[in-house]
């Protein structure tokens, strides 16, 4: 069962993890000893994997950083929101005029009523859940970008080990045609088309590299380490997205999403300013008290006591009481809005997924198995002279385009569990 967390972040420690190997090549001219196939192995692999990517971005984004720090900011907000108003002390002397002087000491206290401050702390305190939950929605978009970063750079990766391999069996492939044409039993124009087969060859992995590069460069980034180097990633295109497609149920998921929680607590955040903005009318009452001494001997002690009132004859704050109720329809519109969204989301990233996986599922169990006999098939033919150079070159061509195209379904079939994780905010991936 997957887990979602709504307000956890912290650091992991780099280490080694498994790495599993799984295209397989066997082209070449069986003139020419046959290479060792890429297969699925359980040979230990040294890289960084996505968990330890993840933790070091949990503990170096500036985004979380500024999202945690708006967090005890509206704490603090919040906490001050219900400090009753302090006292205030006065003195002097009302008259000074020999044995008449009066001196005095006083003290006076505003009483809030209506429980005006309870409300202030209560709209304030919405704040703080708001900012929590956009702390959660700044994570869960941190762990979609990284974990969608990640996998374009281990699919450039995997691409980049798929070439090199072209590189090396089309090279082979060359080397061979030029040496039947030199014994004569090949003419130039198979020598040429092996050559153009090796340039463009050479060329696709050098923009894959460079792509490679650019993809690592941009993990990094994303994850607030512009310095770190990255030398090899370690992961499992194949890994199966099941368990977090079956986990995304677009109507159970909606309403607990960080955005839409942050919306509705908007809505009763409003709700207290409203009710906040109509008891505003009503007056608080300062008291004022004191005591005064008195020169004249009669008359040394006198107390004072004093209260006054604010009446609402002019100002009875409609237009900020109108204002609020439209703040509170605007805020309830916003979770609708908010909601249909996430769901618009939600929807695109399942389709994307469906059909990637369809992809996927066919490349791996028809589309590659069928373009790996084929070449199998033309090695056999071509040995005993049954087929020439451009059929075999083409079986080639279309195993190497079946296999670069398994890397993009696989490839876009993470990238959408992505986007469904971080919407649902599951927490383990894959």
């Known amino acids: 069962m997957m887990k979602r967390r709504t307000f956890v972040h912290g650091l992991g420690a780099i280490a080694g993890s498994l790495c599993t190997q799984w295209f397989a090549f066997p082209l070449t001219l069986a003139a020419e000893p046959l290479p060792a196939p890429i297969i699925a192995t359980d040979e230990v692999a040294h890289g960084t994997t996505l968990e330890e990517l993840v933790a070091l971005a949990e503990a170096s984004s500036p985004n979380l950083r500024q999202a945690a720090a708006d967090v005890e900011a509206a704490r603090g907000k919040a906490y001050q929101a219900g400090l009753y108003p302090n006292p205030t002390l006065s003195g002097g002397g009302n008259q000074i005029v020999g044995n ?28 703080v859940y708001q900012a929590e939950q956009i702390f959660v929605k700044t994570r869960f978009e941190l762990l979609t970008t990284v974990r969608r970063s990640f996998v374009t750079a281990l699919a450039a990766q995997r691409r980049t080990e798929v070439l090199t391999r072209l590189v090396e069996i089309t090279g082979k492939s060359q080397q ?3 040496r039947l044409q030199q014994a004569g039993e090949g003419t130039r124009s198979d020598s040429l088309l092996f050559e153009i087969e090796l340039e463009k060859a050479e060329l696709g992995l050098e923009n894959n590299e460079a792509r490679w590069q650019a993809s690592r460069r941009q993990l990094v980034a994303n994850m607030g380490l512009r310095d770190l180097t990255i030398e090899r990633l370690v992961g499992n ?13 677009l109507d159970g998921y909606v309403p607990h999403n960080a955005a839409v929680q942050s919306a509705e607590h908007g809505v009763e955040r409003n709700r207290f300013l409203l009710q906040r903005a109509i008891v505003q009318p009503f007056p608080n009452i300062t008291v004022y008290s004191g005591y005064q001494y ?3 001997p009669r008359l040394h002690n006198m107390a004072i006591l004093q209260a006054s009132v604010p009446l609402p004859l002019w100002n009875r704050n409609e237009g900020n009481i109108a204002a609020a109720q439209a703040e509170v329809n605007r805020a309830e519109a916003t979770v609708e809005q908010v909601q249909n969204e996430i769901a618009k989301q939600m929807a695109d990233a399942v389709g994307r997924y469906r059909i990637a996986d369809q992809q996927a599922k066919r490349y791996a169990d028809r589309i590659v198995p069928k373009a790996r006999e084929g070449v199998k098939i033309m090695q056999e033919g071509f040995a005993q002279g049954q087929f020439d150079f451009l059929r075999l070159l083409q079986t080639q061509r279309a195993l190497v385009e079946a296999n670069l195209g398994y890397i993009d379904a696989l490839e876009t079939r993470w990238l959408a569990a992505a986007d469904l994780a971080g919407l649902a905010q599951i927490e383990a991936f894959p």
Do not use: N, W
């Open 294 to 296: 008195q020169i004249e």
């Open 237 to 249: 295109l194949k890994e199966s997205m099941d368990g977090v497609a079956q986990q995304v149920l």
């Open 100 to 127: 008449q002087s009066q001196y005095f000491g006083a003290l006076s206290q505003e009483i809030v009523t209506k429980h005006k401050l309870r409300l202030d702390r209560a709209a304030a305190c919405r704040e």
């Open 176 to 178: 061979a045609a030029q």
